[in-house]
């Protein structure tokens, strides 16, 4: 029986992928699946492979093709020379009679049906092969645009089927063992949904930087979608935690993200249609393309074409500039990190040494090779060169958005609590602290080897060393009584860490992601009138622009960052540590220097719990909680628990929970637990009473050593008296861990401690500590070393 030329998409399902191809049978599956459920899909219809294989045999073009490609395969006729002659053959050929008349008809057709003339449709090439119906050919064809006419449909069918010889397209098919002859090309006709002069853009049923399942990545821009495809607009990027979708209640957007957008594609002029360039206002590059409501539509829709399908998913989606509705346009399997392993972790072997040109403390285990650049202000921060060697005396928050882009770090000062190795390890690059003399000793442009690999200290070698990975799987890690969780600060962190068996996170530290996602004091959103720095208050005026109350703007950013550092470990606990700043470092958030006093010393100054009841900070704080607030009864979020920092008293303690509670934020209300940090000796001789008041201590070995030993830990001269392994700083855990399971309460430890010494975990595992919240680079080395100490 002779296949018919055309198909329309409601008469089209998966089982007919080999007739249509995959783009053209997903179509037509949504369309005949499902409407019912809501998913809105263009109609439209698909000329079958069998209309190719029509037009290939009817011009004698079989020939061409084997003649030409046999010679790209046999290596005498360059592949570009092959593809440019073929393509030229296609354009030169007629499309068979039959086959343009049931491509004309179907289209006056499909003008009935929308209620128009000559409707403006897309016209999408959708390979196939006899043989081999899973092959997608994703990306490799052509795609036409607001083609408007019979004559120039035709012409659009034609220049789809030649371009299943693009040059790409030839040598996608020769690297993955496809016969050129047994591929054919389906091209999808579908109603154009008028983006040009509304929004468009892609979604993923995952994460597509670190593979988390739980999540719907939306990008938008304006204009029609093929500038998001193709990679040349920089988008707007929403992320919804998809398992709270099924709650009207709740609104899990846990990233909203401005795009540059400075360009959109719209239709052009011209009776045959087509599309241009064209500049974005000022308003549209600074507007968010989707509303709150459009993004969780288009986020439900994603998660019922999951289901449906059952594997993730990259979707295009549209929205009508006219009567403002969505659209679904394509769907098709995501193939990245779907196909990677989630049990998987990669460790570094050195396989050679060099001349060492500086050393410091390792921070992670990796290694990473490249060009120096060093860098000795924010303001050279623009000279920075992507994937090369970040080197610099110190960093702070101001360096987050370059840290990012390093294949490693070096800094002359600092320790592994500094900036740089916190920020370092959460980002997964390999640095080292405290080198000394590192800026000096490296010269910018110089190659080198930064080494994490060997033990405590880390190495800069001269030169491009060899070195090797070797893959840990997660599934062979020991099971522990202890549990063990993760510190993490900012949302990258945690979903790049999301496939860690961890028991949840043991400290997320509040002040990181004011500092990198906030960047203002929330004393100067509270209080904008007593900002006294012109430039300043303009910089916070820019900042929360599209905000009508500058508060809102932090309690927005900050909840939703933190939404999305709960996200990976839901259900299982977050602790969030309020902020914990010190004068000085608050001074440097924007407006800062109004709102914080000069200390001498500033460790031992105004921190932690002493500042949340203070008439210097408490509209601040009011803030903070109201973003707690917000991530768990707006997003959703209730494994988020509260940990209070540097509690001197237990008066201060009894403030600090009153003031949370006149903020909305009450110790065991919908399950809301309280965590102290014990870091401040009275924490331990009063461990009792400070047990009343709250669900769990969480030792920070860092402070708690500073305070026992008298050794500031900021201070280089002092670093060889700072150890949390002396005598009187574990005698003080020791204790703090049976006294606060007297009372019933757990006990964790998230210092540096556990992380850099297996003796010191096998110390807390026989104290009988009940949870150890390691570095996320540190988890899999340590893991083994405690269960071993649990016999």
Known sequence: MEQPYVLW????????????????????????????????????FALTAQAYRRFVADNGLEEDIRELLGLVHAGSLPLGEAGTTLRQKFLDAPIPDEVAQAVTDAYRDLARRSGGEDPAVAVRSSATAEDLPEASFAGQQETFLNVVGEEALLESCRRCFASLFTDRAINYRSLKGFDDLKVALSVGVQ???????????????????????????????????????QGTVDPDKYLVYKPFLEDEQLVPIIERTVGAKAIKLVYAGGESGGTELVDTSEDERRALVLSDEEILRL?????????????PLDIEWARDGVSGKLYIVQARPETVQSQRSATEFTMYHLEEKGRSLASGAAIGDGIAAGEVCVIRSTADIGKFRDGAILVAEMTDPDWGPVMKRAAGIITDHGGPTSHAAIISRELGVPAIVGTGTATSDLVDGQVVTLSCAEGE????????????????????LPETRTKVMVNVASPAAAFRWWRLPVAGVGLARLEFLIAEAIRVHPMALAHPDRIDDPGEAAQIRELTADYEDPREYFVDRLATGLGKLCAPYYPRPVIVRLSDFKTNEYAHLLGGHAFEPVEENPMLGFRGAS???????????????????????????????????FVRSVPEADRVIAAMAANGLVRGENGLEFYMMCE????????????????????????????????????EIMARSFDERDPAVKKMVADVIVRAHSRGITVGICGQGPSNYPDYAQFLVEQRIDSISLNPDSVLRTVPVIAAAEG
């Open 9 to 44: 998409f409601e008469d089209i399902s998966l089982a007919d992928l080999p007739r249509v191809g995959g783009k053209n049978a997903s179509l037509g599956e949504m369309i005949g699946q499902l409407s019912e459920k809501g998913v809105r899909v263009p109609g439209g």
């Open 191 to 229: 109603l154009m949904v008028r983006a040009d002069s509304g929004a468009s853009g892609v979604m993923f049923t995952l994460d597509t930087e670190s593979g988390f399942p739980d999540a719907v990545v939306v990008s938008a821009t304006w204009g029609l979608g093929e500038t998001v495809v």
């Open 299 to 311: 986020a439900r829709w994603a998660v019922i074409l999951e289901k449906h399908y059952g594997r």
């Open 457 to 476: 200290k880390g190495h800069v070698y001269g030169g491009r060393l060899r070195w090797s990975t070797e893959k840990v799987d997660l599934q062979a």
């Open 611 to 645: 500042r949340y009841d203070d008439d210097r900070y408490r509209d601040g704080f009011e803030l903070e909680c109201r973003a707690l607030k917000r991530v768990r009864e707006t997003l959703g979020f209730t494994n988020l628990a509260v940990m209070v920092p």
């Open 680 to 715: 401040v000796p009275s924490n331990v001789v009063l461990a009792e009473e400070f047990a009343e008041r709250f669900d769990g201590f969480s030792i920070g070995s860092n402070d708690l050593t500073q305070l026992t030993l008298g050794a500031d830990r900021d201070s």
